[in-house]
């Protein structure tokens, strides 16, 4: 167990350029769970001064994300808190202002040099194998010369003046530990730009130093602009974070993980069903470990146990297997109940009602009927829960995600049809000998409508093989054909009494005129 870490301010900074993606809600997750363990502060700060790509609708779906996930931040959006604002739109003053002091420390200056200068002379340097970066052309230029140029209008940046007898910087990063980089591969970069703009690497370190942010916990892309950074803070004369860069995510090909690889963003898998803890539990192993073993846990259990010092500098492999094999284990375990609730906006999605009429293919085109309304559905789910609870069993077992379980069970919202998979029908319904089946299976049910249940359904379908001379396999495909479509189907017994005798009849007589 880790000694607690006292006064522990830690943030989710991330730019909304597009949808929050596996790797910002992994660090996000790891920023949370080492407030909470340390009875900290979790902040949320939108860096959103990339006016070409950042939009409002972004930051909206980050936050959206990080709620659906479960992780509330103490300072921050539509929480507010003493350190704001924290939008950096919102932050341009204090960026000004900092810009000032540090040109009164010396520790900037103006750069005249045109992008088209400065392109050319990288181009030559790279050429005879020389470029480190800017050439600190402008580093001399007299403090006169320089307001003159500046007063009369001149395009200007503002770099930062590296303290070249420094020596090298070196921190102790939590993850990766002891990493120092050569001050002579740090160029002048710029703080901000001509049209007065301020960088990442300038207006990050003020952000956290000003919200006083003990901790960066942060994506390993980040690594190389940590030094530069360091030398921020010491020319703002402000305190160092400590680093805690988190090694990358990868794709099963080894590459970085991208769109290429699938669904990246948490609102995918959202939509194609994920719980929220499940995805939390996916995440928070993609890197850390709670003991080395074990795989399935709660927000609880992250939130008390979590340490950087069990985080992995090896890049963690992102495995779509093992999502959906905790995914399965939600469902599993969940019970009746909460499945309903969390089946019901995928029926939504697809106008299924119990009674309903409409009829889909397996890859879920609608084929016919029509599609029940959202109110009509919610309503039939409240006053029928017994039926879509008896749901849960025929797919608790066999589904990964909720949303599978739509295309499992969409037979039981078809009334008196059901859409043939036309190989499980020429091997089931048209084999020798299938209607004889299906009009005694036929006989068989039609004395229990008083009695309907799996049970009576099953005693009675389990004597045809006797009565038949056919083996049980060939007789419950063929009804299982007729009834649910295919012979993958879940389990029978349990079907047919969520189909009702009437369904359950008009099917098998649909059947029959098919298998003769
Ligand atoms: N806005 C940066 C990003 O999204 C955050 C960098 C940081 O955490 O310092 O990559």
Known sequence: MTEMIQEVRVRFAPSP???????????????????????????????????????????????????????????????????????????FATYGAALEDLKAKDAVYPCFCTPEELAERREAAMEAKTYSGYDR?????????AAARIKAGE??????????????????????????????????????????????NYVVCLDDALMKISHVIRGDDHLSNTPKQILVY?????????????????????????????????????????FADALLNYLALLGWSLDGSTTLFDAQVLTDNFSLDRVSKNPAVFDEKKLEWINASRIKEMGAPAFVDALVPHLCDYGLIRGGSTVYDNELGLVDGKLADTASIKADVEANRAWYEAIYPLVAERARTIAEAIPM????????????????????????????????????????????????????????????????????????????????????????????????????????????
């Not at 052309?137 to 010369?145: A, L, P």
């Not at 703002?236 to 090909?253: E, N, Q, W």
């Open 409 to 516: 069970t969409s037979y039981l919202f078809s009334g008196d049809t059901v859409f043939y998979d036309e190989t499980s029908v020429s091997k089931c319904l048209k084999a020798e000998g299938a209607a004889v089946i299906l009009k005694n299976a036929e006989e068989a049910l039609s004395g229990l409508q008083q009695s309907w249940s799996t049970s009576s359904i099953e005693e009675e379908l389990r004597k045809l093989p006797e009565q038949l001379g056919v083996k049980p396999k060939v007789i419950f495909q063929a009804v299982r054909v007729a009834l649910c479509g295919n012979v993958v189907s879940p389990p029978l017994f349990e079907s047919i009494e969520l189909l009702g005798w009437e369904n359950t009849e008009a099917r098998l007589k649909k059947a029959i005129e098919i298998a003769n």
């Open 234 to 274: 010491e020319a703002l004369g402000m305190p160092t974070p400590r680093f805690a860069h988190l090694s990358m995510i990868l794709g099963p090909d080894g590459k970085r993980l991208s769109k290429r690889h699938g669904a990246t963003s948490v609102e995918a898998y959202k939509d194609e069903g994920y």
């Open 155 to 200: 395009p200007h940046t503002w770099r930062l003046k590296i303290p070249l007898d420094r020596g090298d910087v070196t921190f102790n990063d939590l993850v990766f530990g002891a990493t120092s980089f050569p001050i002579t591969q740090l160029d002048d970069f710029i703080l901000v730009r001509s049209d007065g703009s301020p960088t990442y």
């Open 137 to 145: 052309r402008c580093r001399d230029i007299s403090f006169e010369e």
């Open 17 to 91: 350029t597009g949808n929050l993606h596996i790797g910002g809600a992994r660090t996000a997750i790891y920023n949370w769970a080492f407030a909470r363990r340390n009875g900290g502060k979790f902040i949320l700060r939108i860096e959103d001064t990339d006016p070409e790509r950042s939009t409002s609708e972004n930051t909206a779906q980050i936050i959206r994300s990080l709620k659906w996930l479960g992780l509330d931040w103490d300072e921050g959006p539509e929480v507010g808190g003493e350190y704001g604002p924290y939008l950096q739109t919102e932050r």
